[in-house]
């Protein structure tokens, strides 16, 4: 167990709806990162949040968006979804920021 | 362009016989060089941190080495429960934020 908690576990939407996925870090890890992983694509990092504030910015879509609150759990929010967003969607979470993180189980999101 | 590129895509091992894995990046500059383990369904587990080049980190039968250009991770004597996917990724470093980027991975089968 690493300690991050990510919800739900399992998501089944329609095209066109909007999502929200949520990430507890680990016990005093400032640091939160979400990632998507599909099939084709591998792992891509899209953004990362440093005790609330945004710090680095990957190959994020515009119809997706975070946010970090100030006990440190996370948001990745997805809208407008496309069939071409179901995939296996990852938090993880550092003390600092650095690439040695931490993740969760992460969220298998189906698009139908 | 940032890249990370991990080689061979796939390894199939006999138990007990000993093999290395690539990573090579193009960076314009690098923070850290990190090596993740990820099993089936599960999120990946941190492995080392590498941050200059002639760095070496050991742990188990893992050894990880960095140079200017690559990361290697040697493997020796495996066992079965190593078998799994191997990503390698490095931290970018620039003057305003820093971005992640995941290799594809190494699936490496250790057969008894």
């Known amino acids: 167990d690493s300690g991050v908690t990510q919800t739900p576990k399992h998501l089944i939407t329609a095209t066109g709806q909007r999502v929200t996925l949520r990430c507890s870090p680990r016990s005093g890890d400032l640091s939160v990162y979400w990632y998507q992983q599909s099939l084709d694509q591998g792992l891509q990092f899209l953004i990362q949040y440093y005790n609330g504030e945004e710090r680095a910015k990957g190959n994020i879509l515009e119809r997706f968006s975070a946010q970090q609150f100030p006990d440190l759990h996370s948001e990745l929010n997805l809208s407008s979804l496309e069939l071409g967003d179901s995939a296996l969607y990852f938090c993880?979470?550092?003390?600092?920021?650095?690439?040695?993180?931490?993740f969760g189980q992460g969220t298998r999101l189906t698009v139908v | 362009e940032d890249q990370v590129t991990q080689s061979p895509e796939a390894l199939r091992l006999q138990e007990g016989e000993s093999s290395s894995l690539n990573c090579s990046y193009t960076v314009s500059g690098l923070r850290g060089l990190f090596w993740y383990r990820q099993d089936p369904g599960k999120g990946p587990e941190f492995l080392f941190t590498l941050y200059s080049a002639g760095e070496e980190k050991e742990k188990e039968r893992l050894k990880a080495t960095l140079t200017k250009k690559e990361s290697f991770l040697h493997i020796t004597a495996p066992k079965p429960e190593d078998s799994a996917t191997y990503l390698c990724a490095v931290q970018t470093l620039y003057s305003s934020a820093s971005k992640i980027i995941f290799g594809s991975g190494t699936r490496l089968s250790i057969r008894p």
């Open positions: 993880a979470s550092s003390v600092e920021g650095g690439g040695e993180a931490f």
